[in-house]
């Protein structure tokens, strides 16, 4: 059983700053990609970041220059750095791997409440 568990949620206000923790446990393997999504109350799930296992970055438009995935493919965790949030950060986060082994799997957190507001 695999489990996708983060940490790092909370209240900030506009111009603080958070960090996202997300951790897997379980049976996973050959990991192709983790990344961030969020959902904001009334819209789809978005992607906020992802990385590939090569090191590849990708980030919507509108966190690049604030946010910073990283993460350790070995140790199956992911972080978010989040600077500068504004109130439209405020989203659930959830943390997201992909891979395939065997068949393709696609792993889902139970996502983190992220708060900007002063």
């Known amino acids: 059983q695999v489990q996708l568990v983060e940490s790092g949620g909370g209240l900030v206000q506009p111009g603080g700053s958070l960090r996202l923790s997300c951790a897997a446990s379980g049976s996973i393997f050959s990991i192709n990609a983790m990344g961030w999504y969020r959902q904001a109350p009334g819209k789809q799930r978005a992607l906020v970041a992802t990385?590939?296992?090569?090191?590849?970055?990708n980030y919507a438009d509108s966190v690049k220059g604030r946010f910073t995935i990283s993460g350790d493919n070995a140790k199956k965790t992911v972080y978010l750095q989040m600077n500068s949030l504004e109130p439209e950060d405020t989203a659930v986060y959830y943390c997201?791997?992909?891979?395939?082994?065997?068949?393709?799997?696609?792993?889902w957190g139970q996502g983190t409440q992220v708060t900007v507001s002063s």
């Open positions: 997201n791997f992909k891979g395939y082994y065997g068949t393709r799997y696609d792993y």
């Open positions: 990385m590939t296992t090569g090191g590849s970055t």
